[in-house]
């Protein structure tokens, strides 16, 4: 596995064989951390933007699995202005074993990865977050056994999160439905790339929240406002207002069906806070759920 960037470049079975080493992984919890089959393996972590859940899940991964990371905060380092991307992509190859890189433009990612001799993962840029799918179908798996045949409904923005989600769904035979308000849905480049990479893939755009949810198993939602999109909040807030994921649309959806969120989330914008927390909500088993996945993605990477 070379280089992990949307999750449109893995095959299905290439993401189940990955679920079920992360479902082991968490399974066998400590015990088989005595194996230690990353010793003296290193990860390089340039991050642009923020984290809680993917810089500390892919540390902890490291360390739990006897390797090692060195985080590197974008702005401290220069990444792309004291030195360019392909310049510091051949060089901290040659110290670490795989880089996680959080970015702003996806464009930064491919250079790095072009030039890069070891392993990209891509940990969130603003047009895929295959980490994030990747535990998400995880958790899918946990909570309903096998998810093909499954429908997610993803009520907000067309965003990166969504992107991948909308790859991995596809790519295991989940239908995938965005809602989402006109300007907000999927661009022509991502429904190209999805057409080609997943040709089976059940992906449909419906405008109207409630026959979004109405058969759906798994309700998902992310914040309307992304890091780097912070001067279009408010009219954000605006066109998104009627896609708030709230008991009134829960009350829309199957009663088995289950709330998702990445995380962190904006109480009183995409979701409510009684929703968050109710019964339905599987959204910190899924956070919970990224330091496995990882794992299981850096196992298959470095070793
Ligand atoms: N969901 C997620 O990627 O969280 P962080 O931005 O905190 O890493
Ligand atoms: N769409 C969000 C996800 C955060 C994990 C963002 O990019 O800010």
Not at 148 to 177: E, M, P, Q, W
Request: aromatic share 6%.
């Amino acid at each position: 596995m070379r280089h992990v960037l949307s999750l449109l470049e893995l095959s299905r079975e290439e993401i189940l064989a990955l679920l079920d080493e992360a479902a082991a992984l968490k399974a066998e919890g400590r015990k088989r951390q005595r194996k230690l089959p990353l010793a003296g393996r290193v990860l390089g972590m340039v991050f642009e933007k923020p984290s809680l859940r993917t810089r500390v899940s892919f540390q902890t991964a490291m360390a739990q699995l006897g390797g090692a990371s060195v985080f590197l905060a974008g702005s401290e380092v220069g990444l792309g202005s004291r030195e360019s991307i392909p310049d510091f992509a051949r060089v901290m190859s040659q110290y670490v074993d795989a880089v996680v890189l959080r970015t702003f433009q996806h464009a930064t990612v491919e250079t790095f990865a072009a030039y890069c001799t070891c392993p990209v993962i891509n940990g969130l840029s603003d047009t895929y977050h295959p980490c994030q799918a990747l535990g998400d179908l995880l958790t899918m798996r946990e909570v309903f056994g096998d998810i093909r045949g499954r429908t997610l409904a993803f009520v907000g923005d067309g965003n990166n999160v969504a992107r991948s989600v909308a790859v991995g769904c596809g790519k295991l035979g989940v239908r995938f439905v965005l809602s989402a308000p006109d300007a907000y849905g999927f661009d022509a480049a991502f429904l190209d790339a999805y057409r080609q990479q997943v040709p089976r893939g059940e992906l449909a755009l419906v405008c109207d929240p409630a026959q979004a949810v109405c058969d759906a198993d798994v309700i998902y939602t992310d914040v309307w406002t992304s890091m780097g999109q912070e001067g279009e909040c408010e009219q954000r807030r605006r066109s998104f207002a009627n896609y708030q994921v709230n008991a009134e649309l829960l009350a829309k959806a199957p009663a088995h069906a289950r709330v998702m969120h990445c995380l962190p989330a904006h109480r009183g914008e995409e979701i409510t806070g009684d929703v968050l927390e109710g019964e339905r909500s599987v959204v910190f088993q899924q956070a919970g759920n990224r330091l496995h996945a990882q794992k299981a993605l850096l196992q298959a990477m470095l070793r």
